[in-house]
Nanobody, 125 residues
């Protein structure tokens, strides 16, 4: 079992940056692909980015390409999301999630096994 705890959210002005972190418990962190998802009020949860177990593969949603970067440190049981050039439409609760399989087609995270509690990101205009 994996427990996930996100941190790093907050209030930032448009054009600013935030770095989200997700700390994982357990010895098998490297056995999981990790995803970042977000959900804005009244909207469906959507995938932001996915990183494979070793970090060799990454997937980004179109809105994240060129602005967001995902990374992981298996020695520290952590995954990160660097978000630059933030826009008001990036406002959402951001979640990290763990899945034994790297799936680029699971756009809502329905098949992910473990989830964090989420961290709020608010971008003001």
């Amino acid at each position: 079992q994996v427990q996930l705890v996100e941190s790093g959210g907050g209030l930032v002005q448009a054009g600013g940056s935030l770095r989200l972190s997700c700390a994982a418990s357990g010895r098998t962190f490297s056995s999981y692909a990790m995803g970042w998802f977000r959900q804005a009020p009244g909207k469906e949860r959507e995938c932001v980015t996915i990183i494979s177990k070793t970090g060799s593969r990454r997937y980004y949603a179109d809105f994240a390409k060129g602005r967001f970067t995902v990374s992981r440190d298996n020695a520290k049981n952590a995954v990160y999301l660097q978000m630059n050039s933030l826009k008001p439409e990036d406002t959402a609760v951001y979640y990290c999630a763990a899945d034994p399989y790297y799936r680029e087609d699971d756009v809502t995270g329905a098949r992910y096994d473990y989830w964090g509690q989420g961290t709020q990101v608010t971008v003001s205009s």
